[in-house]
């Protein structure tokens, strides 16, 4: 059982922001700060590898739609755009989906990146591995 799937399908409510054909956008129930919303694919999609490319086009352009609105209906200047993708980056519910969140202080919330100091070499080992 997928608890998006079930919120799509309208067996467990949800508080909707947006609809259209292929996405939804409704309040996170966990309100990481007041505002946070998901958005995600009405087809049930596991994680960003199997998205497929006119869903992702889709969606980025709502992604961005919502945050544009969301700025000028809650007065904020700042929010975050966050993905999680497998266990160990952290996905807890398996149904693609992206969150917004609107930001009010930098104490709020801590998103923290780490810094590996890599070697000139290595970086252009890395770059030349992973060059599109
Ligand atoms: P992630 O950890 O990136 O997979 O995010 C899953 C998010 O889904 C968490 O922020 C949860 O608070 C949220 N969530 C789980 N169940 C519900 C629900 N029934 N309605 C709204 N949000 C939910
Ligand atoms: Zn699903």
């Known amino acids: 059982m997928c608890i998006f799937c079930e919120i799509i399908k309208g067996n467990i409510p949800c508080y909707k922001v947006y609809e259209d054909e292929f996405c939804i956008a409704f309040l996170d129930i966990s309100q990481t700060s007041i505002g946070h919303t998901l958005v995600l694919p009405k087809e049930h999609y596991k994680n960003i590898f199997e998205l497929p490319e006119n869903i992702s086009e889709h969606l980025g ?50 998103i ?11 970086f252009n080992e890395l770059c030349e591995k992973i060059k599109y």
């Open 61 to 110: 352009k709502i992604v961005c739609k919502l945050s544009k609105h969301i700025k000028e209906k809650l007065n904020i200047s700042s929010i975050n755009i966050l993905n999680n993708n497998g266990e160990i980056a952290g996905q807890t519910v398996e149904h693609f989906h992206i969150h917004l969140i609107p930001r009010y202080s930098d104490s709020d919330i801590k």
């Open 112 to 122: 923290e990146f780490n810094s590996n100091n890599l070697s000139k070499e290595e």
